[in-house]
């Protein structure tokens, strides 16, 4: 079964405008990551959070994980264009192995 | 250069035809992975192996094989494919137990 999902599963921003968005899950977790995928590509690491982290950045991202309402959140500041994916969450739950919602799809028109 | 490498990346086959998608790391990774991503559903998990002769099963495995012989390869097999099986495949390895996972570019299946 799919442990996290991600809200909205669309948002359509313009560009230098900010997005956020949301992964809420079901079991408890050793970390979570977010992963971005370009249109029909593999899927690409963006950042990984320990289950004992509350935040984190990478550059112009940034990811809360708050264990106690089981969900994160992506923050992504003054999008751009080719910042134009989808994007998902994954949760480790009891395989070790990532387990992806069904992403959000992003929009950032120029 | 590290990479997940997938073949064949678009196949069109027909019912029935038994067939099979390579996946292979470079990376020494012990845990490798089978996706499946479809319209709405996003990606799921079909098979995973933790390491080599040690496989289990995903959310949605059936009609699905796949053997570790060797660490680096991973191979998905479908015995007698069918029209619901069009999908598009990912594989992925990673290091370890909850670490970043690395993805093939996917391969593209239409079974007709």
């Known amino acids: 079964s799919q442990q996290g999902e991600e809200d909205p599963q669309a948002l359509s921003i313009q560009e230098g405008e900010n997005a956020t968005m949301n992964c809420s899950y079901k079991t408890s977790i050793n970390n979570l990551q977010w992963y971005r995928q370009n249109s029909g590509r593999g899927l690409v690491h963006l950042i990984l959070?320990?289950?004992?982290?509350r935040e984190k950045h990478s550059g112009r991202l940034r990811v809360t994980l708050d264990t106690s309402k089981k969900s994160s959140s992506l923050l992504i500041t003054a999008s751009r264009a080719a910042d134009t994916a989808s994007y998902f969450c994954a949760t480790d739950g009891g395989s070790y192995i990532p387990t992806f919602g069904r992403g959000t799809s992003l929009i950032v028109h120029p | 250069e590290a990479q997940v490498t997938q073949n064949p990346r678009y196949l069109i086959t027909v019912t029935g035809k038994k067939l099979t998608v390579t996946c292979s790391q470079n990376m020494n990774h012990e845990y490798m992975s089978w996706y499946r991503q479809d319209p709405g559903l996003g990606l799921r998990q079909i098979y995973y192996s933790m390491n080599v002769e040690v496989t289990d099963k995903g959310d949605v495995p059936e009609g699905y094989k796949v053997s570790r012989k060797e660490k680096r390869n991973f191979p998905l097999i479908l015995e007698s494919p069918s029209p619901n099986q069009t999908s598009l495949y990912f594989c992925a390895s990673s290091l370890g137990g909850s670490t970043e996972a690395f993805f093939g570019q996917g391969t593209r299946l239409t079974v007709v």
């Open positions: 959070i320990r289950s004992n982290e």
